[in-house]
């Protein structure tokens, strides 16, 4: 528990000198309240971060292969979409281009 409250006495100070010129209007108790609290969460964040990441790893797959699939179903959409733009901009009996009577 010492180690706890060493790295969360370490991450307030870091956060301190961060946060202090970006709220420097903040009455002292309001920002040591607040600081205390990122410093809380962090850690929170952390250690859970730290004991489930076999679970975040099998989620994090999952994740990532359903985004590649909606990517994958997006773009066989979108190359449909420009297809039929084009068929409909240009026509599939569209007449040739007229001659270019300048030269």
Not at 54 to 77: I, V, Y
């Amino acid at each position: 528990m010492e180690d706890q409250t060493e790295l969360r006495e370490a991450l307030v100070r870091r956060l301190a000198q961060r946060l202090r010129p970006v709220c420097y209007a903040w009455p002292q108790a309001l920002f040591d309240t607040m600081v205390g609290n990122l410093a809380d969460i962090t850690l929170k964040y952390d250690y859970h971060h730290a004991t489930s990441s076999h679970l975040a790893t099998e989620e994090s797959t999952k994740l990532l292969a359903e985004l590649r699939a909606s990517l994958a179903r997006s773009e066989r959409m979108r190359s449909g979409e420009v297809d039929a733009i084009v068929a409909a901009l240009t026509g599939e009996h569209a007449a040739p281009p007229a001659a270019d009577l300048t030269t």
